[in-house]
């Protein structure tokens, strides 16, 4: 199993601000993704961030809306960029070490946008 | 259209009842997990079944994987307020794809 912590918690933000979430796994994983939870609902993946490479995007998710940094095998960043309130959600972050694709999720981000 | 179908959606129980949740789809799938997530928490993974017609327990929970790897159930046994939470499937066609997670089925045990 792997031990993931995410940054911040909660925010509640402004309609066309940007937030920066972060996520820190404590061994190094290759796989890192990250999911949207919307109230109520099942996880939709957003995209796959490895390192070393452009995250790769499912559909429906563009990357001038949800930015991904993967600078190292421990930590990933994802930004949600010119909220709307449609952007309330939960945001995810999981890796992926097991050998049948078990993955391993944080606490995620319940992101408020006024 | 979900990939995979959980059944049923919403389920609110007494202490003490059984209930099943079922996971279904038409695709063959290499593994599934099972996940349970509380409010304000990510979700946890409960088990993970590779084999046709496996069965695993946990503890008042018994997992099943279908004969031909296409669907997969979920059974607790007198069921406590604790197990409250949403009950998440989740498939992978491969080793090293993605995971495919289902609907989802939000359980409420009241004492």
């Known amino acids: 199993s792997a031990v993931i912590s995410q940054k911040p918690s909660r925010d509640i933000c402004q309609r066309g601000t940007s937030l920066t979430i972060q996520c820190q796994v404590d061994?190094?994983?290759?796989?890192m993704f990250w999911y949207r939870q919307q109230p109520g609902q099942s996880l939709t993946l957003i995209a796959t961030?490895?390192?070393?490479?452009?995250?790769?995007?499912e559909s429906g998710f563009v990357i001038d809306k949800f930015p991904i940094s993967r600078p190292n095998l421990t930590f990933s960043t994802l930004t949600v960029s010119n909220m709307s309130p449609e952007d309330s959600s939960i945001y995810l972050c999981?890796?992926?070490?097991?050998?049948?694709?078990?993955?391993?999720f944080g606490p995620g981000t319940r992101l408020t946008v006024l | 259209t979900q990939l995979l179908e959980q059944s049923p959606q919403f389920l609110s129980i007494q202490e003490g009842e059984n209930l099943t949740v079922y996971c279904n789809s038409s695709s063959v799938f290499s593994s599934l997990q099972w996940y349970r997530q509380e409010p304000g928490e990510g979700p946890v993974l409960l088990v993970t079944v590779v084999t046709g017609g496996e069965v695993k327990k946990l503890k008042r929970l018994t997992f099943q994987f279908g004969d031909a790897r296409k669907d997969s159930s979920l059974h607790i046994t007198a069921a406590q307020p604790g197990d409250t939470g949403l009950y998440l499937c989740?498939?992978?066609?491969?080793?090293?794809?993605?995971?495919?997670f289902g609907g989802g089925t939000r359980l409420m045990v009241k004492p």
């Open positions: 961030a490895n390192q070393g490479s452009e995250a790769t995007y």
């Open positions: 999981s890796v992926y070490p097991g050998p049948y694709n078990e993955q391993f």
């Open positions: 061994s190094q994983v290759t796989m």
């Open positions: 989740a498939g992978a066609r491969n080793a090293g794809n993605m995971l495919t």
